[in-house]
């Protein structure tokens, strides 16, 4: 049957077909009754793994450790003792032991910058060349410096050849008035005497040069010991 609603002519609408949705079982819980046996890692098997060198993976690998490496492995397994705690106790050793070892090193370093030589503090002193008066009852105007001075550079005692050079020169000065020399007086007080401030000073300069090598005790070479006695023939030459 055909319809005309405002002039529209067309066929009866078929109605769709009502579509039931499945309804889904509810979730049932089902517990797992299996038994489980627990695997545990063999300690044993993996310790010794790893002290195979084919299971030791690195990156980069480049053949295997440097000389160097093997070296320390093989210093430090000289002290891998079958006891633990030996073990243990030896390294606290050693670590202390460096530790000390360090701190010696610097306090050396520090003493030796400071101008003091501590490696003669445990040598003999050294040979003394036999003079015919003592230290303490010297008198410059009793000395023959030039025979004193040849006998002690003759068994290589440069020290006490500065000596005789030192006390060359005050009687050097004694003999020219310009200083007052008497047994118990000091250096400083012969430097502070000197009324020319250059002689003062170059004085100054080979007092230090004396007390450095005489009262520190510090062994010098011939060359050394050239260098020195022409300063104080420089000095001798400036005060004629």
């Known amino acids: 049957m ?3 609603i405002h002039g529209y002519a067309g066929k009866t609408p078929v109605p769709k077909p009502v579509v ?10 089902v517990t797992d009754t299996a038994t489980v046996t627990p695997r545990q890692f063999d300690t ?3 310790n010794a793994y790893k002290k195979r060198p084919e299971f030791v993976y690195r990156e980069n690998y480049d053949g295997g450790p440097s000389l160097w490496t093997r ?23 050693l670590k202390y032991f460096f530790i000390a070892l360090g701190v010696a090193a610097i306090i050396f370093l520090v003493l030796k910058l400071a101008g003091i030589n ?13 003079l015919a008066y003592a230290e303490s009852e010297e008198n410059i105007h009793e000395i023959d410096f030039d025979t004193e001075i040849e006998k002690a550079v003759a068994v290589n005692n440069y020290r006490l050849a ?5 006390l060359k020169s005050l009687k050097q000065l004694s003999d020219k008035g310009l200083i007052d020399w ?21 004085f100054k300069n ?3 040069k004396f007390e450095y090598v005489w009262y520190g005790d510090f062994a010098i070479n011939g060359d050394v010991f050239k260098n020195i006695s022409l300063l104080f023939n420089n000095f001798k030459e400036g005060t004629a």
């Open 71 to 93: 070296f320390w492995r093989w210093f430090w397994s000289l002290f891998d003792f079958k006891d633990k705690k030996l073990t243990s106790n030896f390294m606290v050793f």
């Open 182 to 202: 008497q047994l118990n007086k000091t250096n400083t007080t012969y430097i502070n005497e000197l009324a020319d401030i250059n002689q003062r000073e170059a």
């Open 44 to 46: 044993t098997a993996l």
């Open 2 to 4: 055909l319809f005309c």
């Open 118 to 130: 501590v490696l003669n503090t445990f040598r003999r002193n050294p040979q003394v060349a036999k």
């Open 206 to 208: 080979l007092t230090h």
């Open 162 to 166: 500065v000596r005789m050079l030192y």
């Open 20 to 29: 039931k949705m499945a309804v889904k079982p509810k979730a049932v819980l």
